[in-house]
């Protein structure tokens, strides 16, 4: 990606590290006492429940009780310590998702677009981004899949998916966990959840989450504080059991954010000739962005109800049936000056129902799954660009409106063809329709309608209205040897697909005459408004070994990327002037890649009964490095600039290191711990920009957690980013790399993000 001899060295590393110690699988939560080999972890990454050790995939588990012992606060934790993830809040905003696996993914948030990374929550795909950097509570474990997952999981996981698993509720006695977590920033979280059983098969159950932490700057134009955190989440559930084999649950949720709009830090000062001079701030969580027009507010629920019959020991027929939706408002500030020089307020709205039927079987030597999937979702966004306050007040509006219906059916079967053998076959055939409205307006005036301002319509630079589908067949074919209970090698060939869609920022206007007939005909319009899906084709060879005081995960990787959509904007002078005073959105279909890497995960008991009767000290690690180049980068232009491009937010080296020491403690059990993770030089965009890409950093964070011999008590204290790493997330661009000059506005934007600065927290939690 940067040089083939950087690569070099770091497999070479990589090989002396194979050479000399024991590679193991990702850390597991462990009572003091108990060794590597005695953890039997369980996850359903080929929906139905196997031991991890089984999967011939790359798969890392967190446990609930892992999750609060780190001092994870969001799902964003835990890419420091998987190999080869990217997650990060988006540009500007508090909880919409960003996530890059293997290198890759989707950072544009707006209607139109897909993820490359499925996000699931109790096995329901959330269709849209926006609200899901989930926070954890209540939560059973969370999976992380790397690699396409097509045939199980679908269009939009060819990265890999992320499975958010909540608990289930006691069936036998209530139960009730209150916590409290008060530190640096003025945080102060409350979390209760608790379970009631109303006879012997009936139970209900809740859990609230009231999240509250001060910002960690501020707004110096209008006081308000920066990157603070205002939510309020509750899940309430009612579950079923008439007889052993028969389980319905009914579940709702609904989270509410009210956090203040996230301004970003500009890295150049303003431009000369603007009404006034700005320089660079010296807190990069200090802002100076104006604008104000709507609050930023997001808030999302979902109702979900499961379905399971255990028919008998071989069969099991699942239903999952979900209706989701979220709105947020959030003023985007680009320029982040109080001036609107590149104002964006937007609105997103999502609302989906699926519905997914599973059958399952357990054989002797067979078993799988095999169902039907259907998706009925609509997207909406409306956003203007107010390029101009100060004289006209020019807005560029941009509505989209996308309805996607996909269905599908699936099997995955395992034969064992030995007692040390077996074979995986499975396909799903997909077929998907997308139905998008794209209407943009020039405005004078200010803002629109939509964000309470006068402006108004002096030109519809787009009024396009088109549908397209397509179908898909993904299979997956896997080998897997296990000549032992403690080895299991494997090959797997994948494959997985991204929707296509409708470029929702793009101007039918800025057609290009493709046939040169000199009449832009409805075709052309098609054409350039239009983009096609992308495909990932995966082979994956792995070795998974447990047994005595270690393990170990190590997955070798090779992909192939086609019809890579790459969104861009390109600005448009329309008067004439010199200065682009619009924009269109551009869309294609740029090209392919390769990406090719490997992962180890590990964990070793180093000893135990050390110091004290019954004490364990455990080292564990992740170890990710990729190489991605671009076969073919075909830009807007027509012009193929793939020896200068670079995969976009996925460094070449990622890898972490914690050292766990448990102990019997004051009546309990006690397990401090410290992590460090690395993570390598990393581009925001295709096109690399020094000024703004983020150089290679290091995060370290600490815990210290003691639990109560009969698990009543909880105390923990957790440290993240003890060095006070300043490192960018995200970032905007509309400059020129070389002279800085502004593409959009008059004043330039280069703005970045930052991850959260060091904090400290204090837990303590009551379980009854």
Same mark, same amino acid.
């Given at each position: 990606?940067?040089?083939?001899?950087?690569?070099?060295?770091?497999?070479?590393?990589?090989?002396?590290?194979?050479?000399?110690?024991?590679?193991?699988?990702?850390?597991?939560?462990?009572?003091?006492?108990?060794?590597?080999?005695?953890?039997?972890?369980?996850?359903?990454?080929?929906?139905?429940?196997?031991?991890?050790?089984?999967?011939?995939?790359?798969?890392?588990?967190?446990?609930?009780?892992?999750?609060?012992?780190?001092?994870?606060?969001?799902?964003?934790?835990?890419?420091?310590?998987?190999?080869?993830?990217?997650?990060?809040?988006?540009?500007?905003?508090?909880?919409?998702?960003?996530?890059?696996?293997?290198?890759?993914?989707?950072?544009?948030?707006?209607?139109?677009?897909?993820?490359?990374?499925?996000?699931?929550?109790?096995?329901?795909?959330?269709?849209?981004?926006?609200?899901?950097?989930?926070?954890?509570?209540?939560?059973?474990?969370?999976?992380?899949?790397?690699?396409?997952?097509?045939?199980?999981?679908?269009?939009?996981?060819?990265?890999?998916?992320?499975?958010?698993?909540?608990?289930?509720?006691?069936?036998?006695?209530?139960?009730?966990?209150?916590?409290?977590?008060?530190?640096?920033?003025?945080?102060?979280?409350?979390?209760?959840?608790?379970?009631?059983?109303?006879?012997?098969?009936?139970?209900?159950?809740?859990?609230?989450?009231?999240?509250?932490?001060?910002?960690?700057?501020?707004?110096?134009?209008?006081?308000?504080?920066?990157?603070?955190?205002?939510?309020?989440?509750?899940?309430?559930?009612?579950?079923?059991?008439?007889?052993?084999?028969?389980?319905?649950?009914?579940?709702?949720?609904?989270?509410?954010?009210?956090?203040?709009?996230?301004?970003?830090?500009?890295?150049?000062?303003?431009?000369?000739?603007?009404?006034?001079?700005?320089?660079?701030?010296?807190?990069?969580?200090?802002?100076?962005?104006?604008?104000?027009?709507?609050?930023?507010?997001?808030?999302?629920?979902?109702?979900?109800?499961?379905?399971?019959?255990?028919?008998?020991?071989?069969?099991?027929?699942?239903?999952?049936?979900?209706?989701?939706?979220?709105d947020s408002t959030t003023p985007i500030d680009f320029d982040n000056l109080p001036e609107g020089d590149l104002d964006?307020?937007?609105?997103?709205?999502?609302?989906?129902?699926?519905?997914?039927?599973?059958?399952?079987?357990?054989?002797?030597?067979?078993?799988?799954?095999?169902?039907?999937?259907?998706?009925?979702?609509?997207?909406?966004?409306?956003?203007?660009?107010?390029?101009?306050?100060?004289?006209?007040?020019?807005?560029?509006?941009?509505?989209?409106?996308?309805?996607?219906?996909?269905?599908?059916?699936?099997?995955?079967?395992?034969?064992?063809?030995?007692?040390?053998?077996?074979?995986?076959?499975?396909?799903? =055939? +997909?077929?998907?329709?997308?139905?998008?409205? %794209?209407?943009?307006? $020039?405005?004078?005036? @200010?803002? #629109?309608?939509? &964000?309470?301002?006068?402006?108004?319509?002096?030109?519809?630079?787009?009024?396009?209205?088109?549908?397209?589908?397509?179908?898909?067949?993904?299979?997956?074919?896997?080998?897997?040897?296990?000549?032992?209970?403690?080895?299991?090698?494997?090959?797997?060939?994948?494959?997985?697909?991204?929707?296509?869609?409708?470029?929702?920022?793009?101007?039918?206007?800025?057609?290009?005459?493709?046939?040169?007939?000199?009449?832009?005909?409805?075709?052309?319009?098609?054409?350039?408004?239009?983009?096609?899906?992308?495909?990932?084709?995966?082979?994956?060879?792995?070795?998974?070994?447990?047994?005595?005081?270690?393990?170990?995960?190590?997955?070798?990787?090779?992909?192939? =990327? +086609?019809?890579?959509?790459?969104?861009?904007? %390109?600005?448009?002078? $329309?008067?004439?002037? @010199?200065? #682009?005073?619009? &924009?269109?959105?551009?869309?294609?279909?740029?090209?392919?890649?390769?990406?090719?890497?490997?992962?180890?995960?590990?964990?070793?008991?180093?000893?135990?009964?050390?110091?004290?009767?019954?004490?364990?000290?455990?080292?564990?690690?992740?170890?990710?490095?990729?190489?991605?180049?671009?076969?073919?980068?075909?830009?807007?232009?027509?012009?193929?600039?793939?020896?200068?491009?670079?995969?976009?937010?996925?460094?070449?080296?990622?890898?972490?290191?914690?050292?766990?020491?448990?102990?019997?403690?004051?009546?309990?059990?006690?397990?401090?711990?410290?992590?460090?993770?690395?993570?390598?030089?990393?581009?925001?965009?295709?096109?690399?920009?020094?000024?703004?890409?983020?150089?290679?950093?290091?995060?370290?964070?600490?815990?210290?957690?003691?639990?109560?011999?009969?698990?009543?008590?909880?105390?923990?204290?957790?440290?993240?980013?003890?060095?006070?790493?300043?490192?960018?997330?995200?970032?905007?661009?509309?400059?020129?790399?070389?002279?800085?000059?502004?593409?959009?506005?008059?004043?330039?934007?280069?703005?970045?993000?930052?991850?959260?600065?060091?904090?400290?927290?204090?837990?303590?939690?009551?379980?009854?």
């Open positions: 990606m940067k040089s083939n001899q950087k690569l070099t060295r770091a497999a070479l590393l990589l090989s002396t590290i194979a050479s000399t110690v024991l590679i193991a699988a990702p850390v597991q939560a462990q009572q003091a006492g108990e060794t590597a080999s005695q953890d039997v972890i369980t996850v359903t990454a080929r929906r139905r429940e196997e031991s991890l050790q089984d999967v011939p995939l790359a798969v890392t588990a967190y446990s609930g009780e892992q999750l609060e012992a780190m001092g994870a606060v969001d799902i964003l934790a835990v890419a420091e310590t998987t190999p080869n993830v990217t997650l990060e809040a988006s540009r500007g905003t508090n909880s919409t998702l960003s996530a890059f696996i293997r290198g890759v993914g989707q950072q544009d948030p707006v209607a139109g677009f897909e993820a490359g990374v499925g996000i699931y929550v109790d096995d329901v795909y959330l269709n849209r981004p926006q609200a899901a950097v989930l926070d954890i509570y209540d939560v059973e474990r969370i999976e992380v899949l790397r690699g396409p997952q097509g045939t199980l999981y679908g269009r939009n996981t060819i990265g890999g998916a992320i499975k958010y698993v909540t608990r289930r509720l006691d069936p036998d006695a209530p139960s009730l966990t209150a916590r409290i977590n008060v530190g640096s920033y003025g945080q102060f979280d409350q979390i209760v959840s608790g379970s009631l059983p109303m006879g012997d098969t009936f139970r209900v159950g809740a859990a609230v989450a009231n999240l509250q932490r001060d910002g960690f700057g501020t707004n110096l134009y209008t006081g308000d504080e920066n990157y603070n955190k205002d939510v309020l989440g509750y899940r309430v559930s009612a579950e079923w059991e008439p007889t052993p084999d028969l389980f319905f649950r009914l579940a709702y949720d609904n989270v509410e954010d009210t956090s203040n709009a996230r301004g970003g830090h500009r890295l150049i000062p303003s431009a000369a000739g603007y009404p006034a001079f700005y320089g660079v701030l010296d807190n990069v969580f200090d802002t100076r962005a104006g604008l104000d027009v709507v609050a930023q507010s997001v808030e999302s629920d979902g109702l979900t109800f499961n379905a399971e019959w255990n028919i008998n020991d071989s069969w099991t027929v699942r239903n999952i049936l979900s209706q989701r939706q979220d964006v307020p937007a609105i997103y709205t999502n609302e989906q129902i699926s519905e997914e039927f599973q059958v399952l079987y357990e054989g002797d030597r067979l078993a799988g799954v095999m169902g039907y999937y259907y998706l009925d979702a609509n997207a909406t966004t409306v956003f203007d660009v107010l390029l101009d306050t100060v004289l006209t007040g020019l807005n560029a509006q941009t509505f989209g409106d996308v309805d996607t219906t996909t269905w599908s059916v699936f099997a995955n079967f395992t034969y064992d063809l030995t007692d040390t053998i077996s074979l995986t076959l499975g396909g799903r =055939y +997909t077929e998907d329709e997308r139905t998008s409205r %794209v209407l943009r307006r $020039t405005y004078l005036g @200010g803002f #629109s309608e939509y &964000f309470g301002g006068s402006g108004f319509a002096i030109a519809t630079t787009s009024d396009f209205l088109g549908t397209n589908s397509w179908d898909d067949f993904s299979p997956t074919v896997s080998v897997a040897w296990q000549p032992s209970s403690s080895n299991n090698f494997y090959f797997t060939y994948t494959q997985g697909f991204k929707g296509g869609g409708f470029d929702p920022r793009a101007q039918t206007t800025g057609t290009p005459d493709f046939d040169l007939s000199g009449t832009i005909t409805a075709d052309e319009v098609f054409q350039f408004m239009a983009f096609d899906p992308e495909t990932v084709d995966s082979f994956e060879l792995g070795w998974k070994y447990q047994g005595g005081n270690y393990s170990h995960a190590v997955a070798l990787f090779h992909m192939d =990327y +086609t019809d890579i959509q790459v969104p861009g904007s %390109v600005g448009i002078d $329309t008067d004439n002037d @010199g200065v #682009s005073d619009t &924009f269109t959105g551009v869309t294609t279909n740029a090209g392919a890649a390769t990406i090719t890497g490997i992962e180890y995960e590990g964990n070793v008991d180093l000893g135990s009964d050390m110091f004290t009767g019954g004490d364990l000290l455990n080292f564990a690690w992740a170890v990710g490095i990729l190489e991605g180049s671009y076969d073919e980068f075909v830009n807007a232009f027509g012009v193929d600039i793939s020896n200068d491009v670079v995969i976009q937010n996925t460094p070449e080296a990622s890898l972490s290191a914690t050292m766990s020491y448990m102990a019997p403690f004051a009546g309990g059990d006690l397990n401090a711990s410290a992590t460090v993770s690395y993570r390598g030089d990393s581009s925001q965009f295709e096109i690399p920009f020094p000024a703004l890409d983020q150089e290679a950093y290091s995060l370290w964070n600490a815990s210290v957690v003691w639990d109560s011999e009969d698990g009543a008590w909880q105390l923990g204290l957790h440290g993240r980013n003890l060095t006070d790493e300043e490192y960018r997330v995200s970032g905007y661009d509309f400059v020129n790399n070389t002279t800085l000059a502004p593409e959009l506005g008059t004043s330039g934007t280069l703005v970045g993000y930052y991850g959260n600065p060091r904090t400290i927290t204090a837990t303590l939690a009551y379980r009854y």
